[in-house]
């Protein structure tokens, strides 16, 4: 069975960099969530998106931005990357009311 | 305020032996589901179980079962017959369908399956 696909798997950045992680729902999931999990931590919400309109806004840094687009998949932007960027990004989708499915997640390294 | 409380940052269990890894919840919604992930080394969020708060019966998933005691906002994890592969980070998370349909997650559990 299709799984929601994220790229890269890893990234490496330098400080002040930008970075784009990608996510491919499940066919048919038409909600898309992101979120950041730092190392040693719990996964933290960021943002997300149903039907391409962003639909929910949790700790996201004002340097980073998202969107959904019209196949929904789904990018997150990072710019100005800082030290503490660094950290397990999940992507997951689903339908109304139903349950999530993770992807493997992006990990991100900012030296 | 935290909505999702695991106690036991970590957590040893000889193999073959069963073991509880506990989550209380926080929410006056009517309406949640309680879920619980496995995350191993790799890094990868594994569903294991869902409990809906109106559901009657406790859930089960082969060898995982969810305590459900609603009244005391408690959503236990029990593995039964722990297999060395079992040792991961394991996360409860609440779902709240009426803002927003994020995920809270708890702080996790590390679980160690000693042979």
């Known amino acids: 069975a299709a799984g929601v696909i994220q790229s890269p798997r890893h990234l490496i950045k330098e400080k002040r960099e930008t970075a784009t992680l990608k996510c491919y729902p499940i066919p048919r999931h038409d909600t898309v969530y992101w979120y950041q999990q730092g190392p040693g931590q719990d996964p933290q919400f960021l943002i997300s998106?149903?039907?391409?309109?962003?639909?929910d806004k949790g700790s996201i840094p004002d340097r980073f931005s998202a969107q959904q687009f019209s196949d929904y998949h789904s990018e997150l932007n990072m710019s100005s990357l800082e030290l503490g960027d660094s950290a397990l990004y999940f992507c997951?989708?689903?339908?109304?009311?139903?349950?999530?499915?993770f992807g493997s997640g992006t990990r991100l390294t900012v030296v | 305020a935290q909505k999702i409380t695991q106690t036991q940052p970590g957590m040893f269990v000889q193999e073959k032996e069963a073991v509880t890894l506990d989550c209380t919840y926080d929410t006056s919604d009517p309406s949640y589901g309680l879920f619980w992930y496995k995350q191993p080394s790799s890094g990868e969020m594994i569903f294991l179980i869902y409990q809906g708060s109106y559901d009657q019966q406790n859930a089960t998933e082969g060898r995982y079962s969810l305590n459900f005691q609603k009244a005391r906002k408690s959503a236990n994890l029990v593995i039964s017959a722990s297999q060395l592969g079992d040792s991961a980070m394991y996360f409860c998370a609440m779902r709240l369908p009426n803002t927003g349909n994020q995920f809270y997650f708890g702080t996790g559990t590390s679980l160690t399956v000693i042979p």
């Open positions: 998106f149903y039907e391409k309109m962003q639909s």
């Open positions: 997951a989708s689903s339908l109304p009311g139903l349950g999530y499915t």
